[in-house]
């Protein structure tokens, strides 16, 4: 995997300056509407993978899907990826440019009911050895 991790930083870099209307859009909304202790995370290299958002501590990933993952080799390829992220722990959610683009609320609403907030740290007892 560690052969992976250089060309798909760099690509992730630009993906992130270049995002498209539908996924800039996203990610000022997932930004603004995530509760304490959720961190979401934009074009985030998994293994051979660029997803467009992650939330790492929820093994949570939404893919924005423009017209290419509806033809027969985008969705097979979308196929294999899946799998291959699905065996890593994570749950896919996969929306449409459209859907962002026409009710964002909705779907941050959608990506936000898969994440548990991350509880804050208890403290540690005043007394005792434990």
């Known amino acids: 995997m560690a052969q992976y991790r250089k060309p798909l930083t760099e690509r992730a870099r630009v993906l992130r300056r270049d995002m498209t209307d539908a996924e800039r859009r996203l990610w000022t909304a997932l930004r603004l509407a995530c509760p304490d202790g959720v961190r979401f995370r934009s074009q985030v290299p998994i293994g051979r993978y660029i997803v467009d958002f992650a939330c790492l501590s929820a093994r949570l990933v939404a893919e924005v899907d423009g017209g290419q993952h509806y033809s027969d080799a985008g969705m097979a390829r979308d196929a294999v990826r899946d799998a291959w992220l699905r065996a890593e722990g ?9 859907d962002v683009l026409t009710n964002v609320e909705g779907v941050v609403v959608a990506i936000l009911s898969g994440v548990q907030p991350v509880p804050p740290p208890q403290p540690l007892p005043t007394r005792g050895r434990g």
């Open 90 to 98: 994570f749950q896919i959610l996969r929306v449409t440019n459209r």
